[in-house]
């Protein structure tokens, strides 16, 4: 098996899997904005602080490199 022939089962059939997963976390993310909005918008600022967190630690990281 040469390395250009890869794996043709993985290769054909990724495609499709994802279209779907994606499609079902957009409509799961949706019912909870719908049924409880409330819960949503702290889930939101909860994910938003995680996430500022993460990228003050990459810089505070990238400064401390460059000192």
Do not use: H, Q, Y
């Amino acid at each position: 098996m040469s390395r250009k022939d890869g794996f043709p089962i993985i290769a054909s059939s990724g495609g499709g899997l994802k279209r779907v997963v994606s499609a079902l976390v957009v409509v799961a993310v949706l019912a909870v904005v719908i049924r409880n909005p409330d819960e949503a918008a702290s889930w939101a600022k909860s994910l938003f602080g995680i996430a500022t967190g993460a990228v003050d630690g990459l810089a505070s990281f990238i400064r401390g490199l460059a000192k």
